[in-house]
């Protein structure tokens, strides 16, 4: 869109409806969106929801919190053990995983958000992660065939954030965020600073505007 | 054998001295972890993490602690001069193009044939694979550091993995803390022995077949 509205974090949990998919950017917690997480978890009662990150967040932390109020219905991560809780779940049948290979989730949200229709890669082919799945030999390799992935919202965190919604992000905590950026229809941005427009160096800026609807100040 | 040495340290400083001065090296948890501390200063290479940066440092002291820092396995760490961060998908297109020149990784169980399973046990929890497929298929050199046994004294060093698979045919180099093995032509050679361990020592806790040419 063409500026960012800047909104509260109750007003834009809003846009989370009940079974939507939504994309919640970080590595553990480290570039996770938190104070649009906690407003999920404690200001919206939106639920049966499929979330899309690479992990679940931690017991009662970022998504965990999410996890216990039992809302989330599916999550598709790389990793849902750093969560025991998640895994729990999982394994009483209340959470649906879809594990990828990290590599493979990081590009399926990629290929979602560039308008690619899927994409072949040699990780996973011939192991239990590729069950089901299109397999193919490409150059004498066996190559497994991956869907894009995109979102209903996308929750991602940037350090500064300038007041069009231009995102810059600061050391590790880039992670998954630029790519949930570009993969939703809605794309909400928690920054850690707003400031005003031409203060981030046009270079510096990893998701221009143009890919984010609302935008937070982190609590 | 002489028994006393740690084994983990063992099979790091082995493992160090298969780098060479300006490779890109990404480091799984645990063993290869304690690589940095083996390497002279001859062998300067650029630490890779996954999760989105090139020039991975030394621990940081507390006043250097940085909350947006961390490794891939989440433990906090510095950036060297030089760094650079980079988003989820470029860092998985380094390594999956090909960019990453060796990737050192502990396992479960690896195979006569280069085959690993480093990521779920058969009847455990099989719910995070986090980068590991993607490491061992794209890195151009794999190394695995592992005991050569289980704690329960199960052969880690097999004829086939019967634990769920990160990918057939992969594996470069084992390193335990008895021996090193080279996959050469799909098979199993054992080219070095490590601690005093004698050939009959590495076949005793060894299941897979291999041929023995020690290396100077």
Redesign the interface.
Same mark, same amino acid.
């Given at each position: 869109m063409t500026a960012a509205g800047l909104t509260s974090p109750e007003e834009a949990v809003r846009h989370v409806k009940s079974g939507d998919t939504v994309m919640v950017g970080g590595f553990g917690l480290v570039g996770a969106p938190l104070t649009l997480i906690d407003a999920l978890a404690d200001l919206s009662d939106a639920t049966d929801l499929t979330v899309v990150s690479n992990n679940i967040g931690e017991p009662g932390r970022g998504l965990g919190k999410l996890l216990r109020q039992g809302r989330i219905r599916r999550g598709i991560s790389s990793f849902f053990t750093s969560n025991p809780e998640a895994v729990a779940a999982a394994n009483a049948g209340e959470l649906e995983a879809t594990l990828l290979p990290q590599g493979t989730f990081a590009e399926a949200i990629r290929a979602g958000g560039a308008g690619i229709a899927g994409f072949y890669t040699p990780v996973g082919a011939g192991t239990l992660l590729a069950e089901g799945k299109e397999e193919r030999i490409i150059g004498g390799v066996p190559h497994v065939l991956e869907e894009p992935i995109r979102a209903d919202v996308a929750l991602v965190y940037a350090a500064r954030a300038d007041s069009l919604g231009n995102l810059w992000y600061r050391h590790t905590a880039r992670n998954f965020n630029p790519l949930m950026a570009t993969a939703a229809t809605i794309t909400i941005a928690e920054a850690g600073e707003i400031v005003a427009v031409g203060e981030i160096e046009p270079e510096s800026i990893a998701t221009p505007h143009l890919y984010v609807d609302h935008l937070v100040a982190r609590a | 054998m002489s028994g006393d040495p740690d084994p983990k340290a063992i099979i790091a400083s082995r493992a160090a001295r298969e780098l060479r001065p300006g490779e890109i090296v990404n480091l799984g948890i645990g063993i290869p972890n304690l690589i940095p501390g083996f390497l002279g200063s001859a062998t300067e290479v650029f630490l890779h *993490?996954?999760? %989105? =940066?090139l020039g991975v440092g030394p621990r940081p002291s507390e006043e250097e602690l @940085? +909350?947006?820092? /961390?490794?891939?396995a989440?433990r906090p760490i510095t &950036?060297l001069p030089g760094a650079s961060?980079? @988003?989820?998908?470029s860092?998985? &297109?380094m /390594? !999956?193009g090909g960019h990453v020149d060796v990737a050192v990784l502990g396992a479960l169980q690896v195979s006569e044939t280069g085959d690993i399973a480093n990521w779920?046990i058969p009847g455990k929890?099989? =719910? %995070?694979?986090?980068? &590991?497929?993607?490491l061992v298929?794209?890195a151009k050199r794999v190394i695995v550091t592992m005991t050569s046994t289980t704690p329960s004294g199960d052969a880690k060093v097999v004829r086939g993995c019967s634990f +769920? =698979? *990160?990918? !057939?045919g992969v594996v470069d180099v084992v390193v335990t803390e008895r021996a090193v093995f080279r996959v050469r032509s799909g098979a199993l050679v054992l080219t070095e022995l490590l601690d005093g361990a004698s050939v009959d020592d590495v076949v005793s806790v060894t299941e897979a077949a291999f041929t023995v040419e020690l290396e100077e």
């Open positions: - | *993490t996954e999760n %989105g =940066l @940085d +909350p947006d820092l /961390i490794d891939a989440k &950036a961060y980079f @988003d989820s998908a860092s998985f &297109a /390594i !999956r779920a929890d099989v =719910l %995070g694979v986090g980068g &590991a497929m993607d298929v794209g +769920p =698979l *990160t990918a !057939r």
